[in-house]
Every structure is written in structure tokens, then in C-alpha cells.
């Protein structure tokens, strides 16, 4: 049974697979025909101003593709904006990868995904059949055979075989025909040879450096916090140790006063070292795990949150506490700034990566030009190699998406 739900579940994410890559299919058949229709204008010397154009519509569909085969297997890195001067856009050599890409994937991913849409329909089609065949005239025939002749249930039966057998071949064929789909992409839209790594040293460097942009703010809140906080609380208690050695001997009732008021300027010095200890690494996240540490925040905050959690085995510890402070400052966005009635929080872990996802459905337009937390969240995300999306249009759903290299 294990077996075939496996089996099961890899044909329901094969569909969806077919179902994503049929729409970037027909994109790329958009792209593929106005491209053609500029390099015939060419021709006559009138399209060569829109060759920029056109080459941006390809780059915009390949990202589109790059961006959904990353969900699903290797990173493949976006190469930027097509170049500005026309001879530099025709020398890239990610246009000409490209072009070559929307020519294959109109064709090849265009059929392999309605292959894979077609067979679970038939197999509904077929195996219903059984059910509703009376209301279809005998001389009509079966769904799809039309010279096949239904006379009774034992023949509207035998399309139900036939519909089971529609139904094994999505279930074997189905992750086959994703992965045909997917083989233009994986060639075709990758850097190409030496060009992979120099974009990877690029990003590196600037996630190193935006790495220890966020070391440096962490360093500096902690040390605020310490100073603001702590220190001022601790100096407050040797000030009234102090008092309270000196008036010992005099007036004993006063000391005694003195001496309380430092015990709460210290029980209040160590709460607050406290709260920047689980600052820096919560506690709770060795105690009770990812899941119980984000059930805690969910449970805490002021909007009603839903939360599903999917990670079955624990990732490396600075994975956790990126995603429990993603979490929580997001959460804390909500609660300030959002007006929503409802946030959702989903973590799972999928492919080596541990994805979160916190979507409200409060006033949206959240931007991070204009701080609230996000800028400092996808610098923390950065620094671990990894990524954020952000979607908030006016009047709302809010939804930010992360992505973290999940170590084990």
C-alpha cells in the first residue's frame, strides 16, 4: 500500500507538473510566433526596434520556466535583463539558448502536457461511463469510439475497463511525461558552460556581503539591547546596593526597602538578558523543535493563525532559527500593519529545501522600501543562500514565500 501511494502521490504532482509546464507551453507559443513575426519584418529592414522587445518577451516566459522547474528540483539561476544595445542582446548567449528553448518547449512541452491532461480525464470519462450511459443513444457509441455500439450495461462495463487502463497509464506514464516536459528546460535554460560559475561567485559574494550586513545589525540590537536594558537595570542595583549598605545601620526598615527594590531591578535585569538570549538562538527550538516552536508563536499572536507544519526530520539548527524568525517577524507584521482577520502559516520540507509560507488576507500593499521588518527578513534568508517572494497588491492577500537550503 506504501508502494502505491507513493505511486499515487507522484502521478498527482506529475499532473500539476504537466498542468504548469502546458501554461508556460503556451506562452512560449506566444513568444515563439512574435518573435518569428519581428525577424520577418527584419527582413524589410522595419522590426530591427523591436528585436529588443521581442528578446524581453522570450527572457520573461524563460524566467517564468526557470522559476517553476526550481520549485521542483535544481536552482536554475535567472540571467538578468536582456541587454539594452541590439547587437549585445543577439550575442548573449542566454538569447540564443532561449530562443531555442521556445521553440522546443511550444512543440514538445504543448503536447506532453495535454498527453498528461487527456488521461486522467479519459479515465474518468471511461470509468463513469457505467453510470450515466443510458442517457447517451445506443448508435452514438462509447466516449471517443464512435463506432462502438453501447446496447447494455455489460458493454458500458467494458468502457469502464478501459477507463481503469486510462487511469494505469497516467499513473505509470504520468512522471515520465513530466520529466519529457521538463528536459528542454533542464538543457536548454541553465548557464551556459563557464557562465554558471561566474554568476554563482556573484551571488555568493553578494549574499556574503549581505550576510555580514545582517551579522553587523544583529550584533548592533544586541548590543542596545544590552546597554539600553541589562545594564542600565544591573547599575540600578549596585546604585541601591549601595543605599542599602549604608542605611543597614542606621534605619534597618529603610535597608530592607532598599534591598527589595534591588531584588526586582535584578529579577527585571534578568528577564530582560533573558529575552536577548532567545534573541540570539531561541531555547525553544532545542526543546520543542520547529514545529512546537512555531505552534508557540502562532498560538501567541493576535490574529488567528492557522498553522500546518510538514517537516518530518529536523534541519540543521541556523535553518530553524532563520525560518522561526522569519516566522515570527512576519507574524509581527501582521499583527501591526496588515488589519487582517486570518494569517495562514505553512512550512514543509520538499527537494532538500525547507519552504515557508505566511499568507494574510489583510489590506496587502506591503512594501519593503518602506521597512516593517521585510528587508531585514530577506537579508536573513539571503545569507543562507536562499529565497524570498513577496506578493501583496493593494486591498490584499499578502503572501511571502521562503525558501532555505534545508541541511540536515
Do not use: K
Not at 517537516?311 to 501591526?336: G, H, K, Q
Amino acid at each position: 500500500m506504501a508502494y502505491v501511494r507513493g505511486r499515487v502521490r507522484a502521478s498527482v504532482d506529475a499532473l500539476e507538473h504537466l498542468v504548469g509546464g502546458l501554461g508556460t507551453a503556451l506562452l512560449a507559443m506566444g513568444a515563439l510566433f512574435w518573435a518569428v513575426v519581428v525577424a520577418l519584418t527584419c527582413l524589410v529592414g522595419v522590426g530591427l526596434r523591436l528585436v529588443p522587445g521581442a528578446l524581453r518577451t522570450v527572457r520573461s516566459v524563460a524566467d517564468r520556466e526557470r522559476a517553476r522547474l526550481s520549485r521542483r528540483g535544481t536552482t536554475i539561476p535567472a540571467p538578468g535583463p536582456v541587454p539594452e544595445e541590439l547587437r549585445e542582446a543577439v550575442r548573449d548567449p542566454f538569447v540564443r539558448r532561449e530562443l531555442g528553448w521556445v521553440t522546443l518547449h511550444s512543440t514538445i512541452g504543448l503536447l506532453s502536457g495535454l498527453v498528461g491532461l487527456a488521461l486522467p480525464l479519459y479515465a474518468l470519462q471511461d470509468i463513469t461511463f457505467p453510470l450515466w450511459y443510458r442517457l447517451v443513444p445506443p448508435e452514438v457509441g462509447a466516449p471517443g469510439i464512435g463506432w462502438w455500439r453501447i446496447d447494455g450495461l455489460s458493454e458500458a462495463l467494458v468502457v469502464g475497463l478501459l477507463g481503469v487502463g486510462w487511469l494505469v497509464a497516467a499513473v505509470g506514464f504520468g512522471p515520465a511525461l513530466a520529466r519529457f516536459q521538463s528536459w528542454p528546460g533542464r538543457w536548454l535554460l541553465p548557464p551556459p558552460p563557464g557562465v554558471d560559475l561566474s554568476l554563482r561567485v556573484a551571488a555568493l559574494t553578494a549574499t556574503r556581503a549581505a550576510a555580514l550586513d545582517a551579522h553587523a545589525l544583529e550584533l548592533r540590537r544586541i548590543e542596545r539591547s544590552l546597554h539600553d536594558g541589562t545594564q542600565n537595570r544591573l547599575v540600578a542595583v549596585n546604585v541601591l546596593l549601595g543605599a542599602a549598605r549604608r542605611a543597614v545601620r542606621r534605619d534597618p526598615d529603610r535597608a530592607d526597602e532598599i534591598l527589595g527594590q534591588a531584588q526586582d531591578a535584578a529579577e527585571q535585569a534578568l528577564g530582560e538578558l533573558r529575552t536577548v538570549v532567545r534573541g540570539i538562538l531561541p531555547p525553544v527550538l532545542d526543546d520543542r523543535g520547529l514545529a512546537g516552536a512555531l505552534a508557540g508563536l502562532a498560538g501567541s499572536c493576535a490574529v488567528p493563525c492557522r498553522l500546518a507544519v510538514d517537516v518530518a526530520v529536523r534541519c540543521a539548527a541556523s535553518v530553524e532559527a532563520t525560518a522561526y524568525f522569519v516566522v515570527a517577524e512576519a507574524l509581527t507584521n501582521v499583527v501591526r500593519h496588515s488589519g487582517a482577520s486570518q494569517v495562514d502559516v505553512a512550512v514543509r520540507r520538499e527537494h532538500g529545501r525547507l519552504l515557508v509560507t505566511v499568507e494574510d488576507d489583510g489590506r496587502g500593499d506591503a512594501d519593503e522600501a518602506r521597512g516593517s521588518g521585510l528587508t531585514g527578513i530577506r537579508r536573513r534568508v539571503e545569507a543562507y543562500d536562499g529565497r524570498m517572494t513577496l506578493t501583496s497588491p493593494s486591498g490584499g492577500p499578502t503572501r511571502m514565500h521562503v525558501e532555505l537550503p534545508c541541511g540536515s
